[in-house]
């Protein structure tokens, strides 16, 4: 912890005191490590192993300082880039101990809420979720149009509109079917943009079923909702001076979205590789690394026990 809190201070510039605050550490806490530190007595100093799977030091100083270069990530998450990064080849359970230790795991509050969505979709572009998302550029308010796939969270298209007439919805999507000669099922929210006559043509003109979530209850349509409050979270502190930057930074955002960003009902894979159907490959890669990880950490606990003999 101290070697975290050091780093922390070259990398910020923040002093010890912001540093311990942001860490939840207690000064008095901080400062009697350091006193037993520089007595040599300091109980965080590598110790003689108890196993041959054991932690090793360095793995675990590894995973502290991941998290808090990703603090709003949850634990899962974190495991899983750490492995595919190659930062750092440890188990959910692992990860889960070491931030618990220091107190730095991420919680979030689950919606109570109970909606009633359809039943789950067994392969891609078997069924689109879409919705509009408020969008404020500069003093003038844009609207964000998402059509996300429901099988692999796989944004298929987008578009940053200036109004939401009934039209301009409907030619997004259309543009989406077209790209991709899908005829899925699109689950909508009740708006006026879907309950046009616009949308409604557009409808019967590609055969498609309409399925339009209960009055009152938007978490039937969560899988999009969940997708914008990603959004605005990442857009949060992004200088959205004008439509062209807007459009430039959600684009950015959406390939990270799609391509890299893990997520948790994914066996936390990116959208992308559920949508090309072809999860199984990074699956097997990491089960590969930890195996790896495995060996590494028991050949190195093993030379510990023999030197400590």
């Not at 590598?46 to 990703?70: F, G, M, N, W």
């Not at 936390?268 to 495995?294: M, T, V």
Request: proline share 5%.
């Amino acid at each position: 912890m101290l070697r975290i809190v050091e780093v922390a201070r070259q990398r910020t510039g923040w002093t010890i005191q912001r540093i311990l605050k942001a860490l939840g550490v207690p000064r008095s806490r901080y400062y009697d490590w350091r006193q037993r530190d520089e007595q040599a007595r300091l109980e965080d100093q590598t110790p003689a192993c108890r196993s041959l799977h054991t932690i090793l030091p360095e793995e675990k100083e590894a995973v502290v300082q991941y998290a808090l270069d990703h603090p709003q990530d949850g634990y899962r998450r974190l495991c899983w880039q750490m492995v595919d990064e190659d930062v750092a080849y440890v188990s959910p359970s692992s990860v889960y101990r070491i931030l618990r230790d220091q107190d730095l795991l991420y919680r979030w509050k689950r919606s109570s809420s109970k909606g009633e969505p359809p039943p789950e979709p067994t392969k891609p572009n078997e069924r689109w979720h879409t919705d509009i998302m408020y969008l404020r550029v500069q003093d003038t308010w844009y609207f964000l149009v998402n059509v996300l796939d429901a099988y692999s969270r796989y944004v298929v298209h987008w578009e940053l509109l200036s109004t939401m007439h009934a039209n301009d919805v409907r030619l997004v999507i259309q543009e989406a079917l077209e790209k991709t000669g899908a005829t899925p099922q699109i689950v909508t929210d009740n708006g006026s943009q879907f309950t046009a006559k616009d949308f409604k043509q557009l409808v019967r003109q590609f055969d498609l079923e309409h399925i339009r979530i209960r009055t009152y209850h938007p978490e039937s349509n969560g899988r999009v909702e969940r997708l914008h409050r990603s959004t605005r979270e990442a857009l949060g502190d992004q200088d959205l001076h004008d439509l062209g930057r807007a459009r430039e930074i959600i684009g950015r955002w959406v390939k990270h979205y799609n391509e890299n960003r893990l997520h948790a009902s994914l066996h936390y894979l990116p959208p992308a590789e559920f949508y090309a159907g072809a999860p199984d490959e990074r699956i097997e890669e990491r089960n590969e690394k930890l195996a790896k990880g495995r060996q590494r950490r028991r050949e190195k606990n093993e030379k510990r026990l023999q030197a400590a003999a």
